[in-house]
């Protein structure tokens, strides 16, 4: 992932409400989000190449997603894939914290990332480039920097998720992709300077990013009400200007199981245009 937008226990029907961007290179290979075969419980996209994953929810409430820190420099060969850390939470059985005293243990090894991981009590951030935080109630926005660096799309993320919240029609899911999909530069004296030039940081500044090689190649919406029942919707862009693939789950969390279903505005996936294979291409805190 590439920025999340999240509001954790600030919306009373919505203990969580999710919303996230995928930016890639198109040419790397994966899959749109489903239930794994080879853990029936997990349910996420998959990164063909190495295994992992973005973003994911299983059916006990575990939820873990990642973001790539943006440092250039600092980049190591043969680094293990980022992606396992989020894959390897949601197949364990561990509370985040511990999980997360893991993952410190041996997060040098990896180039720099921030992980979100919880479930239905406790909801943590950790980077290996910071710190790691138990997160209060609050509005979040996380891109490839650090939690809430206020770099633009972040700050007009959370401002947009703050007033989906205080809209009296209440959180949609419409409403969040319709933030998503803001494909609007930020202006060039706003823009921060990670190492990778003035053209490229133009280039990733919207909340949507667009280019021939490299860009948002999905959209993500996960919300979790007061009931334990689990909204999951992906739109999948590889490239192009609408989505040609929504996949939609709804589910009940219940007592580290589920008891529901999987549907898609009519089925599991609701194709909208099929044009070829997916390849191609600490402390608490509060916010908000």
Not at 31 to 58: E, M, Q
Request: net charge positive; hydrophobic share 40%; with cysteine.
């Amino acid at each position: 992932m590439c920025l999340i937008l999240f509001a954790w226990k600030k919306d009373q029907n919505y203990p969580l409400v999710l919303a996230a961007n995928r930016d890639e290179f198109y040419e790397r290979p994966s899959a749109p989000a489903d239930f794994w075969d080879d853990a029936p419980d997990l349910l996420a996209g998959r990164d063909l190449r190495d295994g992992g994953t973005w973003l994911g929810i299983t059916r006990g409430g575990r939820v873990a997603a990642l973001t790539n820190y943006r440092d250039p420099t600092s980049l190591k060969t043969g680094a293990p894939s980022r992606g396992t850390l989020v894959s390897d939470y949601l197949r364990s059985l561990a509370p985040p914290g511990v999980y997360l005293d893991r993952v410190a243990s041996e997060a040098d090894r990896f180039n720099g990332f921030n992980l979100l991981v919880g479930d239905p009590d406790a909801l943590f951030c950790f980077s290996n480039r910071g710190a790691r935080e138990c997160l209060q109630p609050g509005i979040y926005g996380l891109s490839n920097r650090l939690l809430d660096t206020p770099w633009p799309k972040v700050e007009k993320g959370k401002r947009g998720l703050k007033a989906i919240l205080h809209d009296e029609k209440g959180v949609t899911p419409e409403a969040l992709f319709k933030l998503l999909a803001d494909r609007t530069p930020a202006p060039d004296d706003r823009l921060p300077d990670t190492g990778v030039g003035l053209e490229w940081e133009r280039l990733l500044s919207p909340l949507f990013i667009e280019s021939q090689a490299y860009g948002t190649r999905s959209s993500t919406v996960l919300l979790i009400d007061r009931n334990g029942s689990v909204t999951f919707i992906e739109r999948v862009f590889n490239g192009a200007a609408d989505p040609w693939m929504t996949a939609r789950f709804a589910f009940r969390i219940e007592n580290g199981g589920l008891s529901g279903r999987r549907r898609k505005g009519g089925g599991i996936i609701s194709f909208l245009a099929v044009a070829g294979a997916l390849s191609g291409f600490g402390s608490p805190r509060s916010s908000g």
